[in-house]
């Protein structure tokens, strides 16, 4: 059964960084546009980061521009969100997700989720001091 399994997320002061990873099971995600989503407290689910499976183009929210990047390793089968100078608005649960049909402009925009293939259980991230 194909799977989505986030790690790397935890407790970490503001300005420091994390690396979260999406490691596929069942499932090869360099056929899958992939996204990063999170969802804080009392908040909307929001797209994150996206990246394309053709090109690896990609798609930022203003939010995260410059400071999050998202990027693939195809031989691990593993998608990365490499997040730095974290706030304590970034504090959320982040997911990954992984469609085969959306581009990724798409992917990031559409708030649809349940038309998305595949969904992971999420990794909390806490910004605090």
């Known amino acids: 059964q194909a799977q989505l399994v986030e790690s790397g997320g935890g407790l970490v002061q503001p300005g420091g960084s994390l690396r979260l990873s999406c490691a596929g099971s069942g499932i090869t995600l360099d056929y899958y546009t992939i996204g990063w989503f999170r969802q804080a407290p009392g908040k909307e689910r929001e797209a994150v980061s996206c990246?394309?499976?053709?090109?690896?183009?990609?798609v930022y929210a203003d939010s995260v521009k410059g400071r999050f990047t998202i990027s693939r390793d195809n031989a691990k089968n593993t998608v990365y969100l490499q997040m730095n100078s974290l706030k304590p608005e970034d504090t959320a649960v982040y997911y990954c997700?992984?469609?085969?049909?959306?581009?990724?402009?798409?992917?990031?925009?559409?708030?649809?989720?349940?038309?998305?293939?595949?969904w992971g259980e999420g990794t909390l991230v806490t910004v605090s001091s």
């Open positions: 997700a992984a469609d085969y049909s959306f581009i990724v402009q798409a992917m990031c925009a559409h708030t649809d989720y349940s038309l998305t293939d595949y």
């Open positions: 990246i394309s499976s053709s090109d690896d183009s990609t």
